[in-house]
């Protein structure tokens, strides 16, 4: 047995960035003496988790005024980095919160009596805050005033933001019984009053339950979903001015027009804010000026109780350092992926996974070449063109029936072609080519009349689904596309399925499968042991590997044969697309990460520059399914990559497309809101 130096020189390189990563990582998240523990807590509502910030002199006796800081939906304590490193090191106590069904923490499935979307969201953000704030309200190392009030602040990101905006308006009816008040301030960002409303606290009824507190709002003038002026229409990917708004008006108690970023004190003694960030809602948890808006908002809400805080310019701030080198660790952690692939396939039994290497073909000439770019540039943008639809339309939307109709010419093609076959007695390709197009058109025709993914009780991530079924779309749209092509053309060239790198060798697929499940067990380890030493996971903004808790792993299996049969076609494509003479090297991985992640880009591209260009999205509706895919394109970048780089050391599409399915779909869940474990 001899591995080969290549793959342990990239083993060790891999390993050497994600120690550098994590390590440094966790320097930046402790500076100052604080202290970085993972806690996990019951409630009456299931259980919570979280990552607990502590400054070196917080004790019982010594206790500090405490800020809870939570993420937006879809997301995880991580994702409040900013400002809880930077509270923390400025000498508060800080708990980045796991709302309930996200991260590592748990809601009480028994609570869900009604299993559609708002059934199964709205009962867990009405009480992650508020719960939290009770957790913490008990510890000795949070400071209390004389008459036992909690000296804790509450801030919360777009979906984190409505749960602090009920904490801070059930504490107040709390208030009301005990004569105590747990929470002292509160500021919310990405978030107004249009999700709590619809449990009983709009602006008006938020503004009356205010308690004399200092409260405040950051309200992105780009923000996709919120702060909107009732007066527009057509979607809400537009410019903002909440301070101009009814409900900006009457959370800082003006009746004309406010200024944002300017304080107003308010009738029951208590001050508010609205700072208004040129940004995105995403853009707010990954903003250095955001986060001087979080720092300056609790120096003016803490101004009793500075004793002991550090006085720290709000702009001096190291979080970003964390963010470059968890970065990093994420590179290494790609690099790690591949180099236990590449060395495991150097093993018995492992090696079966390699069925040779391709034989590279001729690049098309003349008339082939430019039909080639063509195809290229269609199966591109496709995706992008029918994102929206998809995603926002759904099955049976107008756009989506043109799929319908394309599905159907397809299979009425590929009958054609089959029968064709068959009488011209042609070999098996022409065929083989002809079954496979017929069975993607009627499997697209299918999939664009059919809504999938409706059962949250069985798909029980509920962001997931609509990501899903514009997967599946995607998976059948390139298959027939590809299906076409090689009915068309490359089946007289006499290419035949191994040129795809479909090779029907059941060991080397059994083995191609065990290479990938080992592969990630190995570097799951890893990110495992990182997090457990450092408090690291691997990410840059909102996309991440990251732990979970074993409770998340029957919802990857039953989301796993989607994004499988993605990546066992995606791989096969950029296997016949890229294994040309000139398509080697560095070329070969540009047009595999264009064909995967291209029209994604694109999307994203035209989506934004049209925003803050115009003040208008190109898309003004697509609001959350625009965020969601600025990691889809991270993701499919990436697994483009290994796509590419493992064909060609294996000769086949298994390792790559398992590899990447189950790595994709785990990372994807991990990252999510999952109900009903």
């Known amino acids: ?46 259980y919570l988790s979280g990552l607990l910030y502590m400054p070196k002199d917080a004790s019982a006796s010594n206790p500090k005024p405490t800020v809870i800081v939570t993420h937006g939906y879809l997301n995880s304590a991580e994702m409040q980095d900013a400002n809880a490193i930077e509270l923390s090191r400025r000498g508060y106590v800080v708990l980045a919160l796991d709302q309930y069904d996200h991260g590592h923490s748990d809601f009480d499935n028994s609570k869900y009596s009604d299993t559609s979307f708002f059934g199964i969201w709205l009962p867990f953000w009405v009480n992650s805050m508020h719960d939290a704030v009770a957790y913490m309200y008990e510890q000795p190392y949070v400071l209390k005033d004389e008459a036992g009030n909690g000296i804790i602040g509450v801030t919360g990101h777009s979906m984190g933001g409505f749960g602090s905006t009920m904490a801070l308006a059930m504490d107040e009816q709390e208030f009301m019984a005990t004569g105590i008040r747990k929470i002292y301030c509160g500021l919310t960002e990405g978030s107004d009053f249009l999700y709590t409303g619809l449990v009983g606290v709009d602006a008006a009824t938020a503004d009356a339950l205010g308690g004399g507190r200092t409260m405040g709002k950051v309200a992105a003038q780009f923000d996709e979903f919120f702060f909107n002026d009732s007066a527009e229409t057509g979607g809400t990917v537009r410019h903002k ?17 406010a200024q944002a970023n300017t304080w107003y004190d308010t009738s029951d003694g208590g001050r508010r804010i609205i700072y208004e960030p040129a940004q995105t809602h995403p853009w707010n948890h990954f903003s250095k000026t955001t986060t001087a808006y979080a720092l300056s908002f609790y120096t003016e809400a803490f101004k009793d109780y500075q004793d002991g805080i550090r006085s720290i310019d709000p702009a001096k701030q190291v979080w970003q350092w964390k963010e470059f080198f968890e970065c990093v660790a994420l590179v290494g952690f790609i690099m790690l992926i591949i180099g236990i692939a590449s060395t495991l396939i150097e093993l018995p039994f492992f090696s079966k996974a390699n069925t040779g290497a391709l034989e590279v073909q001729p690049s098309p000439t003349g008339g082939k070449k ?93 962001g997931v689904n609509s990501i899903a079924y514009w997967t599946i779309a995607c998976t059948l749209i390139a298959l027939v596309i590809m299906s076409a092509v090689y009915v068309c053309i490359k089946s007289r060239d006499g290419a035949v399925l ?180």
């Not at 101009?244 to 027009?257: I, N, V």
């Not at 499997?443 to 999938?452: C, G, I």
């Open 1 to 46: 047995m001899k591995i080969s130096k290549k793959n342990l020189k990239v083993l060790c390189i891999a390993l050497c960035l994600i120690l550098l990563g994590s390590i440094m990582a966790s320097v930046f998240s402790s500076t100052n003496g604080v202290k970085v523990k993972k806690i996990k807590f019951d409630t009456d509502n299931g």
């Open 241 to 257: 001015d909440y301070v101009s708004t009814p409900d900006g008006m009457t959370f800082l108690q003006q009746t004309a027009a």
């Open 370 to 462: 430019i039909a080639v770019i063509i195809i290229d540039i269609i199966a591109i943008l496709l995706p992008g063109l029918f994102f929206t639809p998809l995603m926002d339309g759904g099955a049976g939307s107008p756009i989506v029936n043109i799929l319908f109709y394309c599905g159907i010419v397809a299979a009425i093609g590929g009958c054609a072609a089959f029968v064709l076959g068959l009488v011209k007695k042609s070999g098996k390709q022409l065929p083989i080519g002809g079954c496979i197009l017929l069975i993607a058109g009627v499997l697209l025709a299918v999939v664009a009349k059919t809504p999938m993914y409706q059962n949250n009780a069985v798909f029980t991530a509920p």
């Open 498 to 677: 191994a040129n795809y790198g479909v090779v029907l060798k059941p060991m080397a697929i059994l083995a191609g499968i065990c290479t990938a499940i080992v592969t990630i067990i190995l570097a799951y380890i890893v990110l495992f042991l990182m997090d457990a030493i450092f408090k690291a996971d691997f990410r840059i903004w909102t996309f991440a590997f990251k732990t979970f808790d074993a409770n998340i792993i029957p919802a990857i299996l039953r989301y796993l044969p989607t994004f499988l049969f993605f990546y066992l076609v995606s791989t096969a494509s950029i296997t016949v697309n890229t294994n040309t003479e000139k398509t080697q090297g560095f070329k070969g991985y540009l047009l595999a990460i264009a064909l995967n992640a291209g029209g994604a880009i694109l999307w994203l591209a035209r989506q934004y520059i049209t925003l803050f260009s115009t003040g208008v999205a190109a898309h003004p509706e697509s609001a959350l399914s625009g965020i969601v895919l600025v990691a889809m394109a991270v993701t499919l970048t990436i697994a483009a990559i290994i796509s590419r780089n493992l064909y060609k050391k294996t000769g086949n599409i298994w390792t790559a497309a398992c590899l990447n399915g189950i790595l994709m779909t785990t990372m994807t869940i991990a990252n999510t809101m999952v109900a009903f474990k």
